[in-house]
């Protein structure tokens, strides 16, 4: 996974521009759409330890957030998967932590380019600040496809588990939700439509 950027003051010649460009608009909503596959991965998951149907899981997580949802999966770990196994269960739930920060400022910041670096940057409120500043963060494209091939990986290693456990007490593993019933793809290089021409008028107008 890609590194946090330094915190570090603005200088007074750097600025936010709201524009945001289409390609890296893209690249944002393949990542929101990734994290909400692993995060149906994730409850599926609980299903599985706790041995129940899909009916009854969705009582049991439906209303969870991810961190729930994770701190649930880690109290998981010693109770069932096997003592060599457990510790690798348990670095992979603090993969997808880490992710979860990255997707929670994906997600709900307030997105520009900062200038004049021409760099993609969301603002978020949510992180404690100085009286009076608001905190952001870089997220160049290299950045954030490291986000996006983490949970792709970490989607994979659910699933993973979850075979692993279906096979350890001797049954065939339910069919797969859509969320992680197949591998996401790469993103493309650009994924835009070419801009259209404005028609020109016929003869007859």
């Not at 910041?109 to 993609?120: A, H, K, R, S």
């Not at 905190?135 to 290299?142: A, D, K, L, Q, S």
Request: aromatic share 6%.
């Amino acid at each position: 996974m890609a590194p946090k950027p330094p915190m570090q003051k603005r200088r007074s010649d750097q600025k936010f521009d709201q524009e945001l460009s289409g390609e890296h608009c893209d690249i944002v909503g393949r990542v929101i759409v990734a994290w909400g596959r692993l995060e149906a991965a994730l409850e599926e998951l609980i299903w599985y330890f706790l041995d129940l149907p899909i009916d009854d899981g969705r009582v049991v997580t439906s209303r969870l957030d991810a961190r729930t949802k994770i701190e649930m999966l880690r109290s998981f770990g010693p109770r069932h998967l096997a003592d060599e196994t457990n510790p690798q269960f348990s670095y992979l739930l603090n993969r997808i932590s880490d992710l979860k920060d990255d997707r929670n400022f994906v997600a709900h910041g307030l997105w520009g380019t900062f200038q004049p670096e021409n760099i993609p940057m969301a603002l978020s409120t949510r992180p404690a600040a100085p009286l009076g500043e608001v905190i952001g963060e870089t997220f160049p494209p290299h950045r954030m496809a490291a986000i996006y091939e983490g949970i792709s990986a970490a989607l994979d290693d659910l699933v993973t588990v979850r075979d692993a456990l279906a096979a350890s007490r001797q049954r065939q593993p339910r069919q797969p939700l859509p969320s992680t019933a197949f591998h996401l793809p790469d993103p493309p290089a650009k994924t835009r439509p070419a801009r259209r021409g404005r028609r020109q008028p016929s003869s007859d107008e």
